[in-house]
């Protein structure tokens, strides 16, 4: 078993219910696959847009899996799908983007897939989410403290 850390995101649709159905289906997934916490829910304003959009919800979970990388991967891509995304215009909006930002052990640069996620420094509506579920910011070799720091986290507010 390995454990990988997703970032999930939603701004079209009934939000709550978005994240909820996409952790019910990564609960869903073959190898054993478990989520084993979340973090809070946060609102942020659209990031890197190319049209004005709804405000998005985000969070982070952590999974315990026996797929690999590109397994998981796939499957992610399949449960957006499900869930109904369309993959139009880059950052449109979108009524699920399920990320994988790091996986235990794993460091992959590749056209489909790039382990740890090269955008978890510069966003900082992944970063507070993930800093809650990884206090000491490290996930294995992977610091990402001073990252952290510099972030501007003002517009991201936690929710209930």
């Not at 084993?36 to 304003?45: K, L, P, Q």
Request: hydrophobic share 40%.
């Amino acid at each position: 078993m390995k454990k990988a850390i997703i970032a999930l995101g939603t701004n079209l649709g009934n939000r709550w219910e978005n994240l909820s159905k996409a952790i019910r289906a990564l609960e869903l997934l073959p190898g054993s696959t478990t989520v084993v916490s979340c973090s809070h829910i946060y609102e942020t304003e659209p990031f890197e847009v190319p049209d004005e959009q709804n405000n998005y919800l985000n969070m982070c979970v952590v999974v315990m899996t026996e797929l690999s990388p590109r397994a998981l991967l796939g499957a992610c891509l399949g449960i957006e799908a499900a869930m109904g995304r369309t993959r139009t215009i880059k950052n449109a909006a979108r009524i699920i983007d399920i990320d994988l930002l790091l996986y235990e052990g794993a460091e992959i640069t590749d056209p489909e897939l790039t382990v740890p996620h090269p955008e978890i420094r510069n966003r900082a509506f992944v970063m507070v989410p993930l800093s809650e579920i990884l206090p000491d910011q490290k996930f294995f070799d992977y610091d990402f403290a001073a990252a952290y720091q510099r972030v501007d986290k003002s517009g991201v507010e936690r929710l209930g």
